[in-house]
């Protein structure tokens, strides 16, 4: 009978060894509650990447601005593009040495005086290339007979003619606006008023010459 109880006893307590061992390996991976699912949402959320509508505001502007850097108005740092009926001539003119120099002397004017010496210099710089252009362009005016030929010589008369009418004008209207950026705008654009002349001069050069070379060197 003893060894009978003692059996039993120990068949008893192998059951419930048994059936604890069991339920701990059934617990090992804890069930995920609703607050952890939450926060998982939350993390795969925010690598979501930003939209247009996600960015703060000020952040678009400045998108804006950098994939539109170039205003109406005249300024010191980017230039103007030049757009002209060739698309070809555009792409060449835009790697023009000066206004690579021109951007890059741009970074180093701080005050309101770097900037009016900046746009001094390069307004000399574009008068000189007017020269050249208009030198070299009248070789083939010379022998072109074409009526392109007597207008273009007609269009050059009339614009040095008015020259320094346009630049009164373009200091007077810089003045009328007054502060202290007046004087650093009208010297912006007096040679943006050059570097267009310029710009169209050489356009008219392309159509004879697609290899011609400008006057300035960056290398000088």
């Known amino acids: 009978m003893k060894k009978t109880g003692l059996l039993l006893t120990l068949i008893f307590l192998f059951t419930l060894f048994s059936a604890g061992c069991f339920r701990q390996e059934g617990s090992s991976i804890p069930p995920v509650s609703s607050q952890q699912t939450v926060s998982s949402q939350t993390a795969v959320s925010s690598m979501k990447p930003q939209t247009a509508s996600s960015v703060p505001a000020d952040s678009q502007a400045a998108v804006s601005a950098e994939s539109n850097p170039h205003s109406s108005e005249s300024q010191v740092g980017p230039v103007i593009p030049i757009q002209t009926d060739s698309e070809k001539y555009n792409v060449l003119f835009k790697k023009n040495p000066i206004d690579a120099e021109y951007i890059k002397e741009s970074k180093t004017a701080i005050s309101t005086v770097d900037m009016i010496n900046l746009s001094d210099k390069f307004a000399n710089v574009w008068q000189k290339e007017i020269e050249h252009a208009y030198s070299e362009l009248e070789k083939y005016l010379k022998t072109d007979s074409s009526y392109n030929a007597k207008k273009l010589e007609a269009e050059q008369k009339k614009w040095e ?60």
């Open 161 to 220: 003619d008015g020259k320094d009418a346009a630049i009164r004008l373009i200091g007077q209207e810089a003045q009328s606006t007054g502060g202290t950026m007046a004087q650093v705008d009208a010297t912006s654009k007096v040679m943006d008023f050059y570097r267009s002349r310029a710009a169209q001069i050489y356009r008219e050069l392309y159509n004879y010459d697609q290899n011609f070379s400008y006057a300035y060197s960056d290398k000088k």
